[in-house]
């Protein structure tokens, strides 16, 4: 392989890799189908379990995104963040 070919590759993969941690955590970044385990983590400091995964699973079927850690770090996903009740509290654990 070329010295070109090689350095080619190389900045390709590191350019897809950047691109990857860009999207990470963002709207979109979270499967339907991995919500209940993204919410497990997310809830798991809670007293009240059962109710948190189950309101965190509707935000994120709704968001895509779950914050990271099990409190704070809402302005990751801004569609969890601004999700309220109808009485304007948040909505999202």
């Known amino acids: 392989m070329g010295r070109f070919q090689f350095y080619f ?4 993969v590191a350019s897809m890799a950047i ?3 860009s999207n990470a955590g963002g709207e979109g970044s979270v499967p339907v189908e991995e919500c ?4 497990s983590v997310r809830c798991s400091a809670t007293h009240h379990p059962g109710n948190c995964i189950d309101v965190c699973q509707d935000c994120c079927g709704k968001c895509l995104c ?3 850690g099990t409190v704070g770090n809402k302005d990751e996903c801004p569609c969890y963040r ?3 009740t109808k009485y304007g509290t948040p909505k999202c654990p």
Do not use: E, G, M, R
């Open 9 to 12: 590759l190389v900045i390709l």
């Open 36 to 39: 209940p385990t993204a919410c």
């Open 66 to 68: 779950v914050p990271s």
């Open 19 to 21: 691109i990857q941690l």
């Open 82 to 84: 601004d999700l309220k």
